[in-house]
């Protein structure tokens, strides 16, 4: 493999968005060509603009191949320190424009495609995102596998292949309604199957004890088929590997025990097992203790830990002669980083290997595994931390249970010893909680068996060793660390704002580097209100605030606050037509739990709101409020005009787009006006508005900073090193902070007393109460006022 670019080197990269040459354009449309016809069977008569998106994406695949391989073997040669980042979500969206830019094509496969006559904004638009996440922890792996190659770390991800990722969200008549994701449905040209590569994962079973140790027997056997996705770094020749992992029944599943006879019957129960990766459970910061959500985990985990010995056995460092010593080295080979708990079924699953198939005495086995693992945890919020009952765990992975059970013993004879009579202590450190029922605290589970444990912002990772795992953090201080979130600047600057991106590789000075700025911002803005005029038949001023707060639905995200503060907003206009007041166009966008009922209800309430403000004669063009359909990467970054490239047409005159931006846009572009959108960088105004101490970090507000919106936000998560970092008086930074909402928590919080002291607030609940949004049924939002008033956290 070649050594990846320093930075001068990558500075002589003529254009950021990569040299054409004309043999290099050449050698795409002739790559595009082949694949149109040998990989498609198709020819230019018959072929479809999906067609044309398969053979562009073969194509530019083709250009990863080589330097996936050389990556690959470059590692087994050199055997490098292996990072395993072990995670339930990877929320990657949109593959080939972001394969482009880090191979340095673009520029040559958009001369390519025009050449061939073709639309390359038509043709990406047509990829599925690869919606294999929820949010933020799903988007955060994303954005760490494409850092890490960058980096040219030798890094895997290892997760699952969901036959349905995210669902897609329809409003319908104000509610949402859930739409399964067939992601699949047409094909993924970026994966690979790797049927030879096939590992055995077992269920269920019991536990055999004899004087050779435990043994785990009886089990049913579900296949993990291993599906592999490259992940280039910029300009770096490195491609790392993510393996996503797909359930199989074994061909001989039911065909032995209750199934006997029955073949046609133990086929069609085959589905049973292959459900395991049927579809992503979708709820953000949300425990559900489902059995077919603790299968998942550790379907993950026990394919990813065999693969992870496989290597390192294949290595210098696994084939010593020695059994008892071999494994020493792990440590120094190996890290698994756990994102979140999800994945934390893998302590225990590396200490049975370890102890039961290794022979390896448990103390030694558990000093190796400890420092191995390292826990990411990414949220304090009561419900959202992982609590599985020690019954279902003990019918599912019974010898995992035992494990378990004996990593606490140790682990409370070691505090018992420090902190003698101190029972109290013990219970709230202990792995296992009494109670109703009987459950593993799987955070504590991770703490104890990693040697680091980390939060994704500074203020949460103070929470994390103040308040949530104090006396964790007081046993070993130093094994508590913060690392703050990052984005990748590949996808959520070059490729989603290229005209920003552009203007800030080229140095232009001050004064005008500013008015330059807010013009891409302007034409982001235009075009993106040409795509909601269409797509909400809403007339938008492009002139006026985009103020914009999307993220998934949740309480302690606080959509419902910002709702009222639009209904605050729309009676001060009422109240007073002719003072200034500047126009706004307020745009809410994200998915909730389907099972999360006050989320719903809180989009029925922003889409009633915005029926009557958008047609209240009297507001006019001032405020406007857009409840933006099934936010997901892809709209994020980038999405066209409805879905549907051309056909349909625009209903603004195109002479309005060619006033308000500047005209070469239209120019450049066909004659179609589907162009690329998308709502990041057409945002001025960024709501990152958490109740302090609920958000871990955020992610979405710092996607939005980098694409030049200001941001509008209280001290959580990662606003707090942002503010730090652009100057305080560089945000609006508003509201509570974590100390006042702790105290205010034990005084105890009266909604009524701000009910009755702020005439305003009081004049929206009131609306809402009433029925002025929902005038057919007037008691629809009672749920939503009454949370506000007796249980709103
Ligand atoms: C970045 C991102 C998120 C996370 O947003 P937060 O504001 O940090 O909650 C969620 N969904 C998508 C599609 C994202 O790209």
């Known amino acids: 493999m070649s050594r990846p670019l320093s930075d001068q080197e990558r500075r002589k990269q003529i254009s950021i968005r990569g040299i054409v040459g004309a043999e290099s354009v050449a050698e795409l449309k002739r790559g595009f060509n082949r694949h149109l016809h040998f990989t498609l069977v198709k020819d230019r008569n018959v072929a479809t603009p999906r067609d044309y998106y398969f053979a562009l994406a073969h194509t530019v695949r083709d250009h990863l191949v080589g330097?996936?391989?050389?990556?690959?073997?470059?590692?087994?040669?050199?055997?490098?320190?292996?990072?395993?980042?072990?995670?339930?979500?990877?929320?990657?969206?949109?593959?080939?424009?972001?394969?482009?830019?880090?191979?340095?094509?673009?520029?040559?496969?958009?001369e390519a495609v025009y050449q061939l006559g073709l639309d390359m904004e038509e043709l990406e638009e047509i990829e599925e995102d690869a919606g294999l996440g929820n949010g933020g922890l799903g988007r955060l792996a994303a954005c760490f596998l494409d850092s890490m190659a960058t980096l040219g770390l030798a890094a895997y991800g290892y997760g699952i292949r969901y036959e349905y990722g995210i669902f897609n969200q329809k409003i319908r008549d104000g509610w949402q309604v859930e739409e399964a994701d067939d992601w699949l449905r047409h094909g993924n040209p970026w994966e690979k199957a790797r049927p030879e590569y096939m590992l055995p994962v077992h269920f269920y079973g019991r536990v055999e004890h004899s004087a050779s140790g435990a043994k785990w027997i009886d089990t049913q056997v579900v296949l993990a088929l291993p599906y592999d996705t490259p992940v280039p770094g910029y300009m770096n020749n490195t491609v790392n590997t993510m393996r996503l992992w797909s359930a199989r029944a074994p061909n001989d599943f039911n065909l032995r025990d209750f199934n006997v006879g029955d073949y046609i019957q133990a086929v069609l129960d085959r589905n049973l097992a292959e459900n395991i990766s049927r579809v992503l459970y979708p709820n953000d910061n949300f425990f559900e203790g489902k059995e077919l959500r603790l299968k998942q985990e550790y379907f993950v985990v026990a394919a990813t830990l065999q693969d992870i010995i496989r290597r390192f056995k294949a290595s210098k460092f696994g084939s010593t002669d020695s059994v008892r010593t071999v494994f020493d080295s792990f440590p120094d080979q190996v890290a698994i980083q756990l994102n979140d708990t999800h994945p934390a079924m893998a302590i225990p699953e590396l200490m049975r290997i370890f102890v039961d198939i290794e022979?390896?005495?448990?103390?030694?086995?558990?000093?190796?595994?400890?420092?191995?693992?390292?826990?990411?945890?990414?949220?304090?919020?009561?419900?959202?931390?992982?609590?599985?009952p020690v019954d279902l765990v003990e019918k599912l992975l019974p010898r995992h249970l035992q494990i378990i059970y004996e990593i606490n013993q140790r682990h409370l004879d070691h505090i018992a010893s420090l902190f003698p009579n101190d029972v109290d202590r013990l219970r709230r450190m202990s792995l296992i909680e009494e109670g109703d029922t009987k459950r593993i605290n799987m955070a504590h589970l991770c703490i104890v068996g990693s040697h680091a444990v980390n939060g994704v912002a500074k203020i949460h990772s103070e929470i994390v060793k103040t308040q949530v795992f104090e006396d964790f953090a007081e046993l070993e201080p130093e094994k508590f660390q913060n690392k703050t979130n990052g984005i990748t600047p590949r996808r959520w600057l070059l490729l989603c704002n290229p005209g920003l991106a552009e203007l800030i590789a080229e140095f232009v000075d001050d004064d005008l580097f500013i008015r330059e700025v807010a013009k891409v911002k302007q034409e982001n803005k235009v075009k993106f209100a040409l795509y909601l005029e269409k797509e909400y038949k809403v007339k938008i001023n492009p002139s006026s605030m985009f103020d914009v707060h999307v993220k998934r639905i949740h309480e302690y995200k606080r959509q419902l606050m910002n709702c009222l503060h639009i209904i605050t907003m729309y009676n001060r206009i009422r109240r007073d037509p002719s003072k200034l007041f500047v126009p706004r166009t307020v745009i809410i966008?994200?998915?909730?739990a389907p099972g999360y009922h006050m989320a719903k209800m809180i989009i029925k309430l922003i889409n009633a709101v915005a029926q009557v403000v958008n047609n209240d004669p009297m507001v006019g063009s001032k405020l406007k409020v857009i409840f933006l359909e099934n936010y997901r990467v892809s709209l994020a970054e980038k999405g066209t005009l409805g879905g549907t490239c051309c056909g349909e047409g625009v209903s603004l005159n195109p002479m309005v787009l060619q006033q308000e931006t500047n005209p070469k846009l239209l120019t450049t572009s066909s004659s179609c006006l589907c162009v690329l959108l998308a709502v990041i960088p057409a945002t001025d105004l960024s709501e990152q508005i958490s109740t302090a101490g609920t958000e871990a970090s955020g992610t979405g507000n710092m996607k939005f900073m980098l694409n030049g919106a200001l941001t509008i936000g209280t001290m959580d998560g990662a606003n707090v090193e942002m503010a730090e970092e652009a100057g305080e008086e560089n945000l609006f930074i508003f509201g509570m902070r974590v100390e006042d909402v702790t105290e205010l928590d034990k005084k105890g919080y009266n909604a009524q007393l701000y009910y009755d002291r702020l005439p305003e607030l009081k004049q929206a609940v009131d609306q809402i109460k009433s029925g002025f949004f929902s005038p057919?049924?007037?008691?629809?939002?009672?749920d939503v006022v009454n949370m506000l008033f007796h249980h709103d956290r």
């Open 589 to 592: 966008g994200g998915k909730a």
């Open 67 to 110: 330097r996936w391989i050389r990556t690959q073997q470059y590692y087994y040669e050199k055997d490098p320190k292996r990072i395993y980042y072990l995670s339930l979500e990877f929320y990657m969206g949109r593959t080939l424009q972001n394969t482009m830019i880090n191979l340095g094509l673009q520029n040559a496969c958009d």
């Open 776 to 782: 057919k049924e007037p008691n629809l939002f009672n």
């Open 359 to 388: 022979k390896l005495p448990w103390d030694k086995a558990w000093d190796i595994t400890r420092r191995t693992f390292a826990y990411t945890n990414h949220t304090v919020l009561p419900e959202a931390l992982e609590r599985w």
